[in-house]
């Protein structure tokens, strides 16, 4: 019965069980071309638009270095082409169920689509901001914006990655370009500083993450993630008979798993695995900042929820029941680790005066409400019935993308206001309201939207997340709700200080009018932002049904 | 001739539409022009309700509809469906017995079922015979009378999401719609063609009047949306949507009253009409939510359920709830009529409300909003016929209020305020006829209600005239004489006048005549003596003197007299009004002097209004056996004849009183009234105001100031405590985050361990 499950699903790089090995090697070149060409042509063409772009962009930099404003445009060129290959009605879904693509390293579903989308959505709208609040500055804007190329190729592989290695090139590619970016003020002491303590702790993430798949790798002698999922199985069925080999074994893979954890939670910023953040966006300029925690974020959650759901739901009805110990362990991990992670970003917000910094810790808890969702989806995934699984995904789909506006609006807002100010401390906004009204209401729109108070994006982000919560029917999902709605009450008072501060405190006598009208184009940018916390509120509808269809094949 | 779903929707679509252009084109670029978009939209408006009037009167006169009554319904939108909402017994069956519940995506389907039963077809037992017609066969006897918009918007999330199969087709109908759902029926065409005539003709005249004033395009922005308001009013056919337009018309009123915002009186004026209509809202929502709960639809009409007021539910008696439950509905419904149309005890906002332009009075406070209780009342009079208590109240509440009107208006010196307790008096007569109960009172109540709009529009805009001409001075005691420099306003004035004391042949004559018929019908045929009837009878009869003397009292103070007293803020060149006040003068006094006589004589009004389901309904189970047409008459005329002698003595009584130089014989009577304390009475408005602010205002702001101090105390003191419970975590995390790279690798390490160590162990 095992054997006929591995053969059912494709296996290329695995030793036994695999009828591969039998075949000649012209047929085997034959495959590997085949299921690299097609794909590169079909649902991968974003990534083959992505390195291009960058090439090009390269040598847009060595032979015309006189067009100031050419990697701009460039890359404002590639991004659209990309978005315009990626968003689903492409063709990108086209293929799905050919073999999988590079030979079952990626996976090519609605799921990766959707992320994709996201990733290249929002890169499509930080370029501009980038170009409007004048960081990088012209002459460095090709580097700057190869580096967020490079990174947004290393997210689309691990939205995409149905292997360990992939996860692991992945998540490199996606850091590296990261770390220098952190860096980019390379005049400003404290980015320098930053830069070095992200690539610091992020090698030590990564080294231990590496170490965790290999023994995930070793003990289960297989890298590709379904593979992995029948081997354990596999495992599990063997429990009555040798009960200390499977102990033994399962114990590996436990610390396996949560060293593996290591570095998802790293790019998520998830407690303990945080501290690099606050930091870091301290340092990095609010531009970075932006992409650092929503790309990011989004990427590792993809990831996230391809690891989980691998361990948790596989197609087969039988097979599924085996998996309980499986989606047991991984529902306390990620949940627990979500309910600190919500909670500590929240109440660590509170004391700050630096507005980079309380936006770290509010992302940080931003991420706890999206692994909430994770944690009810593979709860879940042992039903039958897989809508309860496809739900929750979904609303983390929806969190994400509203979550993409929220927060790049809050960088960008922060980044308009150093530019005129000069400073990003809180206090430094006092009496906002008197001088640039309009921009000021935008930021509290923002800021409630954050908070999550209808009628604004945030509500309805929120609201599916613990709609989905609350539908999984099992208690220790409930109490992660209770502290979940608990939190967003928490994190009430920080928002609304910001607001606070902008509106009601008094304006300081010795500062320069800091105006930003909304017909600049910093606020007509910044104004637009704003103004999709309330369109995503009112056409939550269209949000919804986009998430449903970006989760439809994901269990498949 | 367009179809009446083409017309009804364009009705209320015209003034929005002018609202909208007004407010938005208005401050920038129309200014002084500001009128134009109104009065188009309103003279469009007007014609498409004369128009609607028309093609209702036809329709309506067809045989089939003899009995149950004519409606057409237009649905518009479906505002939210909720499936699965609630369990109802009464249900509408297709033939295979289950009900088909239409989805909201799929606007055709909607319109399908929105079938109108087949006569006879009663309650669930008898119905079941009747459920071989299919519709196919009820559409071609003209029974399918719904017709669909395809405009469909916004359903719930809820039903959004759930797959098709989900959707239960059993035998009870458990979703709930709201839709906005228009009706054409005699009864909504009368109103619309009263409204819309009326508020172009005061539209026009606001051109005139509002000349000049920096508010000019918000004005007529306010004007438009109220237009709006009453006429969805009028033609909503759910209880939800009258609701919102009844806040809507609300909402207008108090702009309007505080048009003038900058002056107290007039802010003042605009928060206490708005709050005493509250506790009428508060009465009329409850009403709602009981009718909910009791009938488990808001619709009038039959659409998926039993409609309330459906033809169905009127086809037999027995589906209208009676007992308490009914009384309760009829009380609280009542409640909401007190409040919008001013009547006892919720009356004491409407002499306020004066405060804001002449022309709002007209057309608000005299003519339509202070109407639609009157309205609501004859729509919804199956209900109350069905419970004798809430007649009772009706009859006595109008009763009352009539008589108080007509006690206060003698003595203001006010012009303006003794109309606007003409107006409550009216009001309180309308009401009256309504409580009778029978089609005889509710076709006098709406007659009244017709000529009344004529003649005190009239009425009000002729005191707005010689107000304008006065510059602002509206105290009759200050100016006299008026006749011989306002000719126009002068004779329109006393048209209006004489109609408004009803004498004959002025219009105000066969309505108030038609009312008094039907008050007498309640307790001069048969053995059965209604002692509340009949005591309302003779008050009311008495009221008529009064009436004649508070009409002729300030007209004779303010035309007549020796000499012309002008007040000093007049200044030297008070003169008749321009045309444009003039000319809606006298369109009005035409309607005021001829209307009743060709509605009496014609006989239209009364045998249209019978049409309305609503109507038809009291005609087909009357509370008591109908007189004969022959005895009906001579009480008819023998009223005819003593309430003209009536009004004759209160005229004859008032010129005696005040013409020429007599006035000081008025003075010399005031004087033992002012002893036995009767003047006073009177001319305090019968302190209803000190006693309201006594007994309600002073007691509710103690109890807000209780309020306050505990919020300010325990509330926020507790939110504060939870305010600072975070940020003292917040502090001891702070240390964690020491900077230090060493530090932050220990705890990802020991993090890890930790976690192990607790799965593990």
């Keep these: 019965m095992n054997d006929e499950f591995a053969r059912s699903e494709y296996c290329p790089l695995t030793t036994d069980h695999c009828p591969l090995i039998s075949v000649n090697l012209s047929d085997l070149l034959q495959d590997v071309l085949s299921s690299t060409t097609g794909p590169l042509m079909g649902s991968f063409r974003p990534e083959v638009v992505i390195s291009i772009t960058i090439l090009v962009i390269l040598l847009q930099r060595t032979f015309l270095p006189a067009w100031k404003l050419g990697a701009f445009y460039l890359m404002l060129l590639g991004l659209g082409t990309a978005f315009y290959f990626v968003v689903p009605w492409h063709g990108t879904m086209e293929g799905m169920k050919s073999p999988p693509p590079f030979t079952g390293m990626l996976v090519a579903d609605s799921f990766s689509v959707g992320l994709r989308t996201l990733l290249y959505l929002f890169t499509l709208l930080l370029i501009p901001f980038t170009q409007i609040s004048g960081v990088p500055k012209r002459e460095d804007a090709a580097e700057f914006y190869v580096l967020v190329l490079g990174a947004l190729l290393g997210m689309s592989l691990m939205v995409a990655a149905n292997h360990l290695i992939v996860v692991l090139v992945g998540m490199e590619m996606a850091s590296l370009p990261c770390y220098v970016l952190a860096g980019w003020q390379r005049n400003r002491r404290f980015g320098s500083e930053a830069a070095l303590k992200y690539a610091v702790f992020g090698a030590g993430a990564a080294g231990v993450m590496l170490f ?37 074994t399962s114990g590996l893979l436990m610390l396996g798993g949560l060293m593996l954890f290591v570095g998802i939670g790293f790019k998520l910023a998830a407690f303990p695995f945080h501290f690099w953040a606050p930091d870091a966006f301290e340092g990095a300029s609010a531009e970075v900042g932006a992409f650092i925690s929503v790309a990011s974020k989004i990427a590792a959650l993809g990831l996230l929820v391809r690891l989980a759901l691998a361990f948790s739901a596989v197609p087969d009805p039988g097979a599924l029941e085996k998996l309980a110990p499986a989606r047991e362990y991984l529902v306390i991990l990620i949940s627990t680790l979500a309910a600190i992670t919500c909670t500590f970003g929240n109440l660590a917000a509170y004391g700050q005066t630096n507005m980079k910094r309380l936006l770290a810790y509010s992302t940080i808890a931003h991420a706890g409400y999206m692994m909430m969702a994770v944690a009810a989806a593979v709860a879940v995934a042992g039903n039958a019935d897989r809508s309860g699984a496809e739900e929750a995904i979904a609303s983390l789909v929806v ?50 939207s954050l908070l999550g108070l209808p009628p604004l994006a945030g509500f309805t982000a929120k609201f599916a997340v613990f709609k989905a919560l609350y539908e999984t029917g099992k208690s220790p999902i409930h109490a992660l709700l209770a502290i979940g709605v608990l939190n967003t009450v928490l994190s009430l008072f920080y928002y609304l200080r910001v607001v606070k501060v902008m509106v009601i405190d008094p304006e300081p006598a010795d500062r320069t009018a800091p105006e930003i009208p909304l017909r600049s184009a910093a606020g007509g940018y910044f104004f637009l932002l704003a103004s999709f916390m309330l369109l995503l509120f009112f056409f939550s509808g269209g949000v919804a049904n986009w998430a449903r269809r970006a989760v439809e094949s994901l269990l498949m | 001739m367009p179809e009446i779903s083409q017309l009804l929707p364009l009705i209320p679509a015209l003034p929005l539409a002018a609202a909208m252009l007004t407010a938005v084109l208005g401050p920038r670029l129309l200014r002084k022009q500001s009128h134009w978009p109104t009065v188009l939209a309103l003279a469009l408006s007007c014609t498409a309700s004369l128009m609607l009037l028309c093609k209702v009167h036809r329709e309506a006169g067809q045989e089939e509809y003899e009995r149950s009554g004519y409606e057409k319904i237009v649905t518009l939108y479906t505002w939210a469906n909720v499936d699965e909402a609630y369990e109802s017994d009464l249900r509408l069956r297709s033939p295979e017995g289950t009900v088909v519940i239409s989805q909201g995506r799929k606007p055709l389907e909607n319109g399908r079922l929105r079938q109108q039963s087949p006569e006879g077809a009663t309650v669930n037992s008898r119905r079941d015979d009747s459920n071989k017609d299919s519709l196919a066969t009820a559409a071609p006897l003209g029974l399918y009378n719904s017709e669909v918009i395809p405009f469909q918007g916004f359903t719930s999330l809820a039903n959004d999401c759930r797959p098709e199969g989900t959707k239960k087709q059993g035998a009870t109908i458990k979703n709930f719609r709201i839709e906005i759902a228009l009706r054409a029926d005699p009864l909504t065409a009368v109103m619309l063609a009263v409204i819309t005539f ?22 007529f922005s306010y004007i438009s949306l109220f237009v709006f308001s009453m006429t969805m009013l009028v033609s909503a056919s759910n209880f939800l949507l009258l609701y919102v337009f009844w806040e809507a018309v609300g909402l207008c009123s108090y702009l309007l009253i505080g048009f003038w915002c900058e002056k107290p009186a007039a802010a003042a004026a605009g928060m206490k009409a708005f709050l005493v209509n509250r506790i009428g809202d508060f009465g009329f929502a409850l009403g709602i939510f009981l009718i909910w709960t009791t009938f488990g639809t808001l619709d009038f009409h039959d659409s998926t359920a039993m409609g309330v007021l459906g033809k169905m539910r009127l086809a037999s008696p027995e589906p209208i709830v009676n007992g308490a439950v009914g009384t309760a509905i009829c009380l609280l419904l009542l409640l909401g009529a007190c409040g919008k149309s001013a009547q006892f005890p919720l009356h004491v906002w409407l002499p306020d409300a004066m405060e804001g332009p002449t022309p709002v009075s007209a057309l608000i406070h005299a003519a339509t909003m202070v109407t639609a209780g009157v309205y609501m009342l004859a729509r919804c009079m199956p209900l109350f016929a069905a419970s004798p208590f809430a007649l009772h109240a009706v009859a006595v509440v109008g009763g009352l209020t009539a008589l108080i009107g007509a006690v206060v208006a003698i003595t203001q010196t006010d012009l303006k305020r003794i109309l606007a307790y003409s107006t409550i008096s009216h009001l309180g007569y309308m009401f009256l006829a309504m409580g009778a109960g029978t089609v005889l009172g509710v076709t006098a109540g709406m007659f009244h209600l017709v000529t009344h709009a004529f003649f005190k529009a009239l009425l009000f805009l002729a005191a707005g005239s010689v107000m304008h001409a006065m510059g602002g001075v509206i105290d009759i005691r200050r100016f006299g004489g008026l006749r011989r420099i306002m000719p126009v306003t002068h004779w329109t004035f006393l048209i209006g006048g004489l109609a408004m004391v009803g004498m004959i042949p002025f219009a105000g004559f066969y309505s108030k005549d038609a009312i008094l018929l039907a008050v007498a019908e309640k307790f001069s045929f048969g053995n059965h003596v209604d002692l509340v009837y009949q005591t309302l009878y003779w008050t009311t009869f008495g009221g008529i003197f009064l009436i004649a003397v508070y009409t002729f009292r300030p007209f004779l103070l303010t035309f007549y007299g020796k000499d012309t007293v002008i007040p000093p803020e007049a200044g030297h060149h008070a003169h008749e009004s321009p045309l444009s006040m003039t000319g809606p003068l006298v369109i009005l006094a035409l309607g005021a002097a001829f209307l009743g006589l060709y509605l009496e004589k014609t006989g239209g009004l009364a045998e249209f209004l019978a049409g309305t389901p609503s109507v038809a309904y009291l005609n087909r189970y009357p509370l008591a056996p109908e007189p ?6 001579s009480l008819h005329s023998s009223i005819g004849r003593q309430s003209t002698v009536m009004v004759a003595a209160g005229i004859l009584f008032t010129i005696f009183l005040y013409a020429g130089s007599r006035r000081r014989l008025a003075d010399r009577l005031a004087g033992p009234m002012k002893r036995l304390g009767l003047y006073q009475l009177s001319f305090g408005k019968l302190f209803f105001d000190p006693l309201y602010r006594l007994f309600v205002v002073r007691p509710l702001e103690l109890f807000a100031q209780a309020c306050a101090w505990f919020d300010n105390r325990f509330i926020d003191g507790s939110v504060n405590l939870v305010g600072i419970l975070p940020k003292l975590l917040g502090a ?21 361990l930790i976690f192990l160590g607790v799965l593990l162990l």
């Design chain 1, 212 to 248: 965790g798949m290999s023994l995930l790798a070793g003990a289960l002698g297989s890298a590709h993630l379904p593979t992995m999922a029948s081997k354990l199985i596999a495992l599990f069925e063997l429990f009555p008979q040798e009960r200390s080999a499977v102990v033994a």
């Design chain 1, 399 to 448: 969190y994400a993308g509203i979550y993409l506006f929220m927060n790049l609006a809050a960088f960008a807002g922060v980044a308009f206001l150093r530019n005129v100010l000069g400073s990003e401390d809180l206090h430094e906004y006092a009496g906002l309201v008197r001088r640039s009204p309009g921009f000021t209401v935008c930021m509290a729109l923002v800021m409630f």
């Design chain 2, 198 to 219: 009326v508020s172009t003709l005061v539209a026009i005249y606001s051109i005139g009047y509002m000349h000049g004033d920096p508010g000019y395009w918000r004005f």
């Design chain 2, 628 to 633: 004969s047409h022959e005895t009906l008459e």
């Design chain 2, 732 to 752: 001891a995390l702070r240390p964690l985050q020491g900077g230090l790279i060493q530090f932050y690798a220990l705890a990802m390490i020991l993090g890890v």
